[in-house]
């Protein structure tokens, strides 16, 4: 086994590599990068001033040459590219980025003179207590009601649960966000919820109960509203797991033998049926804390590593998209290892070594 794991920590090299440089090749080939970026502040501060120094016949107050009138010059565009290292080459950029980033230096934001690292610090409790209470409501109401479907299957209440996470699932999160808050964030009907953060303005003059309180008020639409597309999935797969598990000879051996049902069901039934349930839980983990959170904790306002890394693509933070993609690609790659290695310690008879060789 140490063998297959020193293998799969070789191979992620090659494959963070490759993400990272074919993500590189396409964010810089798209238009409006951080210098055209902060040229178009530079062109708009000038134009916004020049028509405040207009009098009010319409004629312009001479106050010398303004930077809208006589244009950006070069040199100072050659500094720029200086700064943000434009003046090399793109491979040599490329090089020297990669090498940065195995030691986890991701330089500093362009345009807000902090450092990646601490401005990722900083929004990761944010993405961290979303993903944690989303990942526990998911599977404390998809897995009893994956069991329970698979011991009722073909019933009413199997068939009406099925539409149902279903219809949960067709919905984007997004969308469900937003009815969330037009029903009871006072949107148009309820008044009930807060509208965006996850704490209160006045939260650090609040009591120990209340701070709970007031955090858990805060995480109810949020939460919800990322949950909602990921019931049908676990659900499902919960039921089918049961189900191809409750038909075999071994099943059919116990209740020959006397065993009592729930004897059954949770003394030889569960165990397997859950393999490939809790070996998928640190998969399900990187989809719920990042991937799903984006576009939750844009609508709500929520300053996590979603909203950082879609502010950074609108300003074209590089130094920010980078380094939270490259840390999100170390992560998946890492969780799936641990996927693996979960299979094998949930069931011993699984020997990936032996499959690979």
Same mark, same amino acid.
């Given at each position: &086994? ?9 191979? &992620? =090299? ?21 210098? @055209? ?9 000038? $134009?916004?001033?020049? +028509? ?10 001479? /106050?010398?040459? $303004? ?27 490329? =090089?020297?980025? &990669? ?5 986890? @230096? ?10 990646? +690292?601490? #401005? ?11 993903? #944690?209470?989303?990942? *526990? *409501? ?19 209440? @199997? ?11 067709? =919905?984007?999160?997004?969308?469900? %966000? =937003? ?15 807060? *509208?965006?953060? !996850? ?30 597309? /990921? ?5 499902? !797969? ?45 998969? %399900? ?5 990042? +991937?799903? /959170? ?17 502010? %950074?693509? &609108? ?8 380094? +939270?993609?490259? #840390?999100?690609?170390?992560?998946? !790659? ?6 693996? *290695?979960?299979?094998?310690?949930? @069931? ?10």
């Amino acid at each position: &086994m140490g063998a297959y794991v020193l293998r799969r920590l070789l191979l &992620m =090299i090659p494959t963070l590599l490759g993400i990272m440089l074919l993500n590189f090749i396409i964010v810089q080939a798209a238009p409006g990068g951080p210098i @055209d970026q902060l040229l178009a502040r530079f062109e708009g501060f000038s $134009s916004e001033a020049s +028509t405040r120094l207009q009098g009010g016949g319409g004629e312009t107050i001479d /106050s010398g040459e $303004s930077r809208g009138s006589r244009g950006i010059p070069e040199q100072f565009i050659t500094q720029l590219e200086q700064q943000f290292g434009f003046d090399k080459p793109a491979h040599e950029r490329f =090089i020297d980025m &990669m090498v940065d980033y195995a030691t986890f @230096d991701f330089g500093e934001s362009f345009f807000r003179g902090e450092a990646v +690292t601490t #401005l990722m610090f900083e929004r990761l409790p944010v993405s961290i207590s979303l993903g #944690l209470w989303t990942t *526990l *409501l998911v599977y404390l109401v998809s897995i009893p009601l994956g069991v329970r479907k698979a011991l009722r299957h073909g019933s009413a209440f @199997d068939v009406w649960t099925s539409g149902l996470v279903i219809v949960g699932y067709a =919905i984007p999160g997004f969308l469900f %966000a =937003i009815l969330l808050i037009v029903l009871f964030a006072g949107g148009s009907y309820f008044d009930v919820f807060p *509208l965006r953060g !996850l704490t209160s303005p006045d939260f650090s003059e609040l009591s120990a109960w209340g701070k709970v309180k007031d955090y858990l008020w805060h995480i109810v639409l949020p939460v919800s509203a990322s949950a909602i597309g /990921s019931f049908a999935t676990l659900t499902m !797969l919960t039921k089918n797991s049961f189900l191809d598990e409750i038909h075999r000879q071994y099943v059919l051996t116990a209740r020959a033998k006397g065993a009592s049902d729930r004897r059954v069901l949770y003394g030889h039934v569960f165990r397997n049926a859950m393999l490939i349930i809790i070996a998928g839980m640190p998969s %399900a983990l990187i989809g719920i804390f990042f +991937t799903g /959170s984006l576009l939750i904790e844009v609508i709500f306002s929520l300053n996590g590593l979603g909203l950082l890394g879609f502010e %950074a693509v &609108m300003q074209r933070d590089y130094p920010v998209i980078f380094g +939270t993609l490259y #840390l999100y690609t170390l992560i998946g !790659l890492i969780l799936k290892l641990v996927s693996d *290695l979960t299979y094998v310690w949930v @069931d011993p008879r699984i020997d990936f070594e032996t499959r690979e060789s």
